[in-house]
């Protein structure tokens, strides 16, 4: 068997779910202005809200324009968590996201990251996120937004808190399932890897 091809359109630079991606993280600086510079906590949260939807917009597009491509695949998701980062780490510090709660949420992000770059290192082949991975960043995604609202002086921002709450615990505690769930898949992919380089080798 010869070698797989590479996808059209993979090397695509310019499309729609890229330039979303790449607005999304130059809004990052914008949120934690408006937190922490400003204090308006509404509008910060209205814009984590809109910056967190924009994720399932870009992956809409590249799936059903057929956009998709590897930078993409790289943009995307790193977009993601640094926004994630960002919004954890502002609220922390504005105080409208509990340390402990927050801790709990940058930890298992550390150990993610540092994971996939050792794994990256060590010659295993891309692992994809898992829909308990997403579902529970998008529980997260949900909850950050809700929380700010629940500080703020909106009307019924105690209730929105509160739903907000109901979207974080369990989304915790998902990532961290999701988080175990993937190392199975990586002693799986550290082999494919390892397997690939033997068999160009040899």
């Given at each position: ?36 510079g ?6 910060a ?40 980062l ?18 709990a ?67 915790l ?20 890897g ?9």
């Amino acid at each position: 068997m010869g070698e797989a091809q590479p996808q059209p359109g993979a090397s695509r630079i310019l499309t729609v779910p890229n330039f979303v991606s790449v607005l999304r993280l130059g809004c990052v600086p914008v949120f934690c202005v408006l937190l922490l510079g400003m204090g308006n906590r509404a509008g910060a949260a209205i814009l984590l809200a809109v910056l967190g939807a924009t994720d399932w917009v870009d992956g809409y597009i590249a799936r059903r324009f057929d956009q998709g491509s590897e930078l993409g695949k790289i943009l995307d998701p790193t977009a993601d968590r640094l926004l994630f980062l960002a919004a954890a780490v502002a609220m922390m510090v504005d105080g409208a996201l509990p340390v402990a709660f927050g801790a709990a949420m940058l930890a298992r992000e550390a150990v993610v990251s540092v994971a996939a770059v050792v794994l990256g290192a060590l010659g295993a082949r891309r692992i994809d996120v898992t829909w308990t991975g997403k579902t529970a960043t998008f529980g997260l995604m949900a909850a950050l937004p809700l929380l700010l609202l629940g500080n703020s002086s909106v009307a019924g921002g105690t209730a929105l808190g509160g739903v907000g709450w109901g979207f974080g615990l369990p989304s915790l505690a998902l990532s961290y399932y999701a988080a175990v769930e993937y190392v199975p898949r990586a002693r799986q992919a550290l082999a494919e890897g390892r397997a690939r380089r033997t068999a160009a080798s040899s």
